[in-house]
């Protein structure tokens, strides 16, 4: 095991994945000699040079259709979105032609491109720095969304997205980039798309992925002070997403609170209540309860903490659940 914070396992990631390949490239704005703005990519132009960590204009929507093109000729490219709401002027390029490559072709052509996303709030930013998008991807089929929470994850997801040969959107907590964990770099990853219990409980189940798992257990903590048990699930793929964990979890626990920092309104959430509803209607003893962002453009970095769902929000839910 090695203590290190979520930015530096990812930078450990795509030096691995750098070194294991020669087709894995890595594109995007200030990615190359600067490091990238959070400094995720620092040290690999050094190492590897300008022509597998390349710094490209600022044009997502350029950046995103050249990875394209590159991945039909047989390269792995890590594409580097500077902030959560720049991705937009790419959008068209991820959605009808990245996800739709595979279905156009018949299955004939593969396109393992991965869009790395820092994304959600928490750092004081200013306009378009500071929003959660992630339910906008999650709809479209053909693309894999997922987000890690800790350090370890961190490190073993972003490897398995590049390995990948389909396109995934990796969206990364930044306001957690900072968050120390162990890594255990010689470990054999678990599956991409496989929800963990983070913390095991027996009256009501919290889910999370991102940077509300964090949260989800600073609340589990709080309620077992009051003699209450919560099992925190870290979802970790938003697309496909692991409904049988979550089942699992819910019939044990009779309830079901979804945590998630973008708005609650068609969140990702909505699903998740959905679904469980129908797999677990027999065993739930309360409503599945939802906790998320409001249905408004993002605050100034002033009253961001208003709009992010904290600890009382959380607990809050886990109360009206616990009540019925």
């Known amino acids: 095991m090695t203590q290190m914070p979520i930015a530096k ?3 450990e990631s795509l030096r691995k994945a750098l070194e294991n390949d020669p087709k894995v490239l890595i594109m995007g ?7 990238g703005v959070f400094r995720i990519t620092d040290g690999l132009h050094k190492d590897f040079g300008e022509d597998r960590v390349i710094d490209t204009p600022l044009a997502e929507s350029g950046i995103v259709g050249t990875a394209i093109g590159l991945a039909l000729r047989g390269y792995r490219p890590v594409v580097e979105i500077q902030f959560d709401g720049f991705v937009f002027p790419a959008y068209d390029q991820i ?5 739709k ?3 156009r072709s018949l299955g004939k052509v593969k396109v393992p491109v991965v869009v790395r996303i820092p994304y959600g709030g928490g750092i004081g930013a200013v306009e378009h720095h500071s929003e959660s998008p992630e339910s906008l991807f ?3 089929a053909g693309l894999k969304v997922v987000s890690p929470s800790n350090a370890n994850d961190a490190y073993w997801m972003l490897q398995q997205a590049i390995e990948c040969d389909d396109p995934v959107i990796f969206f990364e907590p930044k306001r957690r980039y900072w968050d120390k964990g162990e890594v255990d770099v010689s470990a054999v990853p678990g599956d991409l798309h496989k929800a963990v219990v983070a913390q095991p409980g027996t009256d009501l189940t919290l889910v999370a992925y991102g940077p509300m798992v964090k949260v ?4 589990a903590a709080a309620a077992a002070n009051e003699g209450r048990s919560l099992e925190v699930v870290d979802l970790r ?7 049988d964990t979550v089942q699992a979890s819910v019939e044990r626990t009779g309830r079901l609170v979804v945590v998630h920092e973008a708005p609650v309104f068609y969140g990702a959430g909505a699903e998740i209540a959905a679904r469980i509803t129908e797999r677990c209607f027999y065993h739930l003893e309360a409503p599945v309860l939802r906790v998320g962002g409001f249905h408004a453009p993002y605050p100034p970095a002033r ?8 600890l009382d929000r959380v607990l809050d839910a886990v109360d009206r659940a616990l009540a019925f």
């Open 29 to 35: 704005e200030d990615v190359g000699r600067l490091g």
């Open 303 to 310: 009253v961001e903490e208003e709009y992010l769902p904290g």
């Open 216 to 219: 989800c257990l600073e609340a």
């Open 138 to 140: 999650a709809h479209v």
């Open 237 to 243: 793929s938003m697309s496909p997403i692991d409904f």
């Open 9 to 11: 396992a990812l930078n």
């Open 101 to 103: 490559m595979h279905a």
């Open 95 to 99: 959605v009808t032609q990245l996800a």
